[in-house]
T-cell receptor, first 111, second 118 residues
Framework: EDQVTQSPEALRLQEGESSSLNCSYT??????LFWYRQDPGKGPEFLFT???AGEEKEKERLKATLTKKESFLHITAPKPEDSATYLC????????????FGKGMKLTVNP | DGGITQSPKYLFRKEGQNVTLSCEQN?????MYWYRQDPGQGLRLIYY???????QKGDIAEGYSVSREKKESFPLTVTSAQKNPTAFYLC?????????????????FGSGTQLSVL
């Protein structure tokens, strides 16, 4: 069974203090690993898809990386508007067409 | 602008009542999904549909029902059999239910419906 574990569950940073969020996964053949951002009371917003180990993608202050066991979402010099819950999900080749989501990681960036 | 519209934003259910959550998309996507989100838990799949007039149960389908009569619409009914319906419900879509290339398809989400019990 595909599984996703995100850590830490919550993270509080000062503005400008860089850090990384971890997503560990077990899957029978990775079709894709997805990162989403979710603001309170809203639906998740797509950030990145990673398909194979060694792949990296960047968007503004965010950079996602992928190994065979985990993905990291690096946040460089965060701003208060980066405060949100970040979700990680995997799509495996186990025959199901569904994504498996982690519990999410709530990031708070203080000014 | 293309997107997914969920309504209502807030919904209250009385004991023994069935309620229906609306989900409409104008992205021309084949696949649509319903997820349930509870505090401290990951999104859990309720039902999904890869094509009109066809749908499959997800991990937590008991107490829920869906229909897919039109490509654009995928309403979710929370029946009285669902004893703990209070949650944030999210509708999503993807271009194709079965990726042709084998690569995973990203989901586009609506803004959600918060369902509470009176």
């Amino acid at each position: 069974e595909d599984q996703v574990t995100q850590s830490p569950e919550a993270l509080r940073l000062q503005e400008g203090e860089s850090s990384s969020l971890n997503c560990s996964y077990t899957v029978s053949g990775l079709r894709g690993l997805f990162w989403y951002r979710q603001d309170p009371g809203k639906g998740p917003e797509f950030l990145f898809t990673l398909y194979s180990a060694g792949e990296e993608k960047e968007k503004e202050r965010l950079k996602a990386t992928l190994t065979k066991k985990e993905s990291f979402l690096h946040i460089t010099a965060p701003k208060p508007e980066d405060s949100a819950t970040y979700l990680c999900a995997v799509h495996g080749q186990g025959g199901s067409e569904k994504l498996v989501f982690g519990k999410g990681m709530k990031l708070t960036v203080n000014p | 602008d293309g997107g997914i519209t969920q309504s209502p934003k807030y919904l209250f259910r009385k004991e023994g009542q069935n309620v229906t959550l609306s989900c409409e998309q104008n992205l021309n996507h084949d696949a649509m999904y319903w997820y349930r989100q509870d505090p401290g838990q990951g999104l859990r799949l309720i039902y999904y549909s890869q094509i009109v007039n066809d749908f499959q149960k997800g991990d937590i389908a008991e107490g829920y029902s869906v229909s897919r009569e039109k490509k654009e619409s995928f309403p979710l009914t929370v029946t009285s059999a669902q004893k703990n319906p209070t949650a944030f419900y999210l509708c999503a879509s993807s271009i194709k239910g079965r990726p042709l290339s084998g690569a995973g398809e990203k989901l586009f989400f609506g803004s959600g419906t918060q369902l509470s019990v009176l």
